[in-house]
């Protein structure tokens, strides 16, 4: 079982930057691929960022690549999101989620509770 925190989230101008951080609870991280996600209103949710459980693996959607760079702490049991070069398409609530095995773009099992990113244009 893992429980899975957010934080960071808030409001920030366009063209700015908002640092997300996910806390997670529970025994063996490091075998777990985590990912963030996000949701605006009326919208699906969809994939932003992927990490392998070693790190080595990365992905990104097309939407954020370039300006998200994902990264996580195994000894702290943490992911983090840098967002820069924020634009108000990107304002959502952002989820971050945990699967067990390799990193895909959907398919995970644990989510936290989301952080809210407003962008002001």
């Known amino acids: 079982q893992v429980q899975l925190v957010e934080s960071g989230g808030g409001l920030v101008q366009a063209g700015g930057s908002l640092r997300l951080s996910c806390a997670a609870s529970g025994r063996s991280f490091s075998m777990y691929a985590m990912g963030w996600f996000r949701q605006a209103p009326g919208k699906e949710r969809e994939f932003g960022a992927g990490?392998?459980?070693?790190?080595?693996?990365?992905y990104y959607a097309d939407s954020v690549k370039g300006r998200f760079t994902i990264s996580r702490d195994n000894a702290k049991k943490t992911v983090n999101l840098q967002m820069n070069s924020l634009k108000p398409e990107d304002a959502a609530v952002y989820y971050c989620?945990?699967?067990?095995?390799?990193?895909?773009?959907?398919?995970?099992?644990?989510w936290g509770q989301g952080t809210q990113v407003t962008v002001s244009s």
């Open positions: 989620a945990a699967r067990f095995g390799g990193v895909v773009t959907s398919d995970y099992d644990y």
């Open positions: 990490i392998s459980g070693s790190g080595g693996s990365i």
